[in-house]
Structure formats: structure tokens, C-alpha cells
């Protein structure tokens, strides 16, 4: 069986190989990748998008890579002819589509129908039901009107990219489920949108393999930061950050030692090199840390590879998925895995992934007070946070077993072929 995959990013482990710059994000393309090629009868073939314009075609640890080069002046015409010659070069009898809003996927989904070979869409986010939360419920016309500059220029940044970049994908997404006879997911949340956009194509369920340190770290109480928080992502309004910081003076009274290690850049850093439409979120949060004194208490880490990010959960007392909208967050998987205690947003996909009160905490995303008592009751009760390290994990470990979900993947193609 050949099965050719798009995706929307450059695997890490092209990096040492073609030596080019690794996206932190989709470790589990590779996860999911290396558990499939246990199977004899899988030959597996990746395309990448490369922003950059990386051109590429190499063989790693059995897997061809195929580049997809992306630059500013590409058109919808060079991507589907790039991917058709990719399609006659591999000749795959399935294509497996992740990630639904770029011109890749809209090609390669019109391609597969044209040729006729099986194609299903695999869901990450729902772009079109996300698209609501982009700007992380902030009330953007209050921040215009507020007759603070900052808050002006940050809530117009906000809105325009919303409106003006965001928007324009969830065309291609909804093409894209609209001409999908197969759609592969993970959660109900991604059940609903993609029947609402389709009702007559075929779901099926298939969870992630997660990235390796994840199964090897394990959190034990007596070896953790006391008061100590980890939260995965700051650079977007839609994760939901800025709730997290409006929770903090309360529990600095009551924890004055608390620390909050934050994933990834400062967002609002003096190289930040994003394109000014980006960077309203930013300012809006260097103003509510400036405004609510919590700057202190704060650390941005940097980019993390799997195994820091692996180890930081291991010592963190607790882990936040703040964010306003998730489909199923790999983030909080890894968490869970590793046994960290999660408070976590009721969102979206996130109910399916564990259950209140054993193996996560839930709390409303726009609610910092509400977030602040849950993160209270694991800094309290020693007896809670074990049972909810014990209990996530063992969930997850069935929900992110890697000989589990690789089976069911194969099931999955087997079946679709099949028809």
C-alpha cells in the first residue's frame, strides 16, 4: 500500500539531513510516520510545505520527502502542478490530507478526485470554527474605543487580522471538506463542523502519536517546582494567555514565589520579526503585564525542543490549556502523558480528552477568576493533584498509543481501499 501524505510544515528530522530550519509544531507527522513504517505494507511518502521556498526530494529512515515550495508570488497553478508531478513520480493508491486550509490541500483533494485515487482529509483545527475566537474574546471595540493608543492600535491589529488574513483560509478549508468523500478526525467538535460543512462524507476516528520524550518522562510530586505553571503557547489571542495573566494578582497574594513558564518568544520582544499585522496581541499583553505588576513573575523560554518541553512538564505543578477554541491540543495530551496535573479550558474538542474533576480540572476560558481557584485547589491538595497525575496519564496513554492509533490509521486506509 503507497500512501502519500501533505502537510503543512518541514518534519524535524529533515533538519539534520537537508539542513534546513525545523518547525517546533507537528512532531507527531514523524511520530505517526516511524509507527507506520513498522507495518511491511506501508510505503509512505510526505510532501512539505516549505515557506521558505525549500526545494527538496530525500529518503529518511524509509520515508520520501518531497518539498512544496511556498513563496510570496506562488499561485494556486504551481502548487497543483508541483503536487500532480509528485502524485505521477509516487504513484500512491491513497492520499492522506492534514491540515485543510492551504492551496495544497485544495490541490491535492481535486487531484485525488480527478485520478480517482481514495482521498481523505485528515482535521487539525477547524478553521471555520475557530474563526469566532481569533481574537481570544478580547472585546476588540472596547479596546478601540477606549482612547488608549496602545489598546486602539492593538485592537484594530487584532480585527484586521482576523478579517483580512484569517478569513481569506476558510474558503480553501471549507473546499476542501466540501469535496472530501473520507474525513479523518479525532474529538465531536470536529465531528459537528465537518458534518455541518459535509454531512455525506465518511468520518472516521483516529487520535495521535505523540512525540517520544513524552512516554519517557513521568511526574512524581517530590521532584516538582512548588507553584509553578507551564502554558504552551503566547503568541496568539486565541490561546487565551491574557486570561492567564488577569489570574495572576489574585494568586500572587496567596503565592508570591508562583512562576509562570511560558513556551516560545516574548511576544512582544524588540526582534520580533512577524509582519506588523501580527504584533496587536503583543503590545495588548505587554500593556495588561505592565498594567496588573506580574512581569516578575513570568519567564518565556524560548523555542523548546520536545525533550525540554518533556522535562519542564515533569517539574511543573501544573499545566494550562487556556485557550479559547482547541479541536484535540496536542499540548494537553502531553501533559496528561507525562502525568502533569491540567487545568484546562472547556473548549471545542478538549471534553473528550479527559474528565472533570479526574483527570483534568475544567474552568470556563474567559473566566480568570474561576482559573485562579482551580489552580489554587492543585497548589492546596496534594492528594487531588496525585490522583489527577495518575488518572490523566493512564487516559492518555490509551488515547496516544502509538501501536493503537498506528493500527487504527491502517484500518482506516485499509477500508477506504476497500471501497
Known amino acids: 500500500m503507497k500512501v502519500l501524505w501533505t502537510t503543512n510544515l518541514i518534519p524535524a528530522n529533515l533538519v539534520d539531513k537537508i539542513g534546513v530550519k525545523a518547525d517546533v509544531l507537528g512532531g507527531w ?4 510516520a516511524k509507527e507506520l513504517k513498522k507495518f511491511n505494507n506501508i510505503e509512505l511518502a510526505i510532501v512539505c510545505k516549505c515557506e521558505n521556498g525549500e526545494s527538496f526530494e530525500v529518503t529518511v529512515d524509509g520515508v520520501k520527502y518531497y518539498s512544496l515550495p511556498y513563496t510570496p508570488s506562488t499561485q494556486y497553478s504551481d502548487i497543483e502542478n508541483a503536487i500532480e508531478k509528485i502524485i505521477a513520480d509516487f504513484n500512491p493508491d491513497l492520499i492522506h490530507i492534514e491540515g485543510t486550509e492551504f492551496l495544497h490541500a485544495k490541490a491535492a483533494i481535486s487531484l485525488g478526485n480527478k485520478l480517482n485515487i481514495p482521498t481523505v482529509a485528515s482535521m487539525q483545527g477547524i478553521l471555520n470554527g475557530q474563526y469566532s475566537y481569533q481574537c481570544g474574546q478580547l472585546q476588540v471595540d472596547d479596546m478601540i474605543l477606549s482612547g488608549n ?30 469535496s472530501a468523500k473520507y474525513i479523518l478526525g479525532r474529538t465531536t467538535w470536529d465531528r459537528a463542523h465537518t458534518y455541518s460543512i459535509n454531512p455525506d462524507a465518511k468520518y472516521f476516528s483516529c487520535n495521535r502519536v505523540l512525540r517520544k520524550p513524552f512516554y519517557d518522562f513521568q511526574w512524581e510530586i517530590n521532584k516538582i517546582e512548588r507553584h509553578s505553571i507551564y502554558v504552551g503557547n503566547s503568541y496568539y489571542a486565541l490561546k487565551g494567555f491574557h486570561f492567564v495573566v488577569q489570574a495572576l494578582p489574585q494568586l500572587i497574594k496567596e503565592y508570591p514565589d508562583i512562576k509562570v513558564y511560558v513556551a516560545g518568544h516574548k511576544p512582544f520582544s524588540d526582534d520580533d520579526k512577524r509582519s506588523f499585522i501580527k504584533k496587536g496581541y503583543g503590545a495588548y499583553l505587554k500593556k495588561l503585564i ?44 502531553e501533559a496528561m502523558l507525562i502525568g502533569t496535573p ?28 474561576l482559573l485562579a481557584w482551580n489552580i489554587k485547589r492543585v497548589f492546596d491538595n496534594d492528594d487531588l493533584v496525585k490522583d489527577l497525575s495518575s488518572n490523566g496519564r493512564e487516559r492518555a496513554s490509551v488515547t496516544h498509543s502509538p501501536e493503537k492509533n498506528a493500527e487504527q490509521l491502517l484500518n482506516v486506509y485499509k477500508e477506504i481501499l476497500a471501497e
Not at 483580512?164 to 474558503?171: E, P
Not at 472533570?356 to 480568570?368: E, M, S, T
Request: aromatic letters at 8%; proline letters at 4%; one cysteine or more.
Open 29 to 32: 507527522v514523524e511520530a505517526m
Open 290 to 333: 505592565d498594567e496588573l505588576n506580574v512581569g516578575a513573575h513570568i519567564v518565556f523560554t524560548g523555542p523548546l525542543s520536545a525533550n525540554d518541553v518533556a522535562e519542564r512538564l515533569s517539574k511543573t505543578h501544573a499545566y494550562i490549556l487556556c485557550s479559547a477554541v482547541e479541536n484535540s491540543p496536542n499540548t494537553l495530551g
Open 342 to 369: 491540567c487545568v484546562a479550558s472547556y473548549v471545542g474538542g478538549v471534553p473528550d480528552m479527559a474528565e472533570d474533576g479526574k483527570q483534568a480540572l475544567f474552568y470556563r476560558n474567559d473566566d480568570p477568576s
Open 149 to 178: 493608543f496602545t489598546e486602539f492600535c492593538a485592537g484594530m491589529l487584532l480585527h484586521l487580522r482576523k478579517t483580512r488574513w484569517y478569513k481569506k483560509r476558510l474558503s480553501h478549508e471549507r473546499e476542501v471538506i466540501s
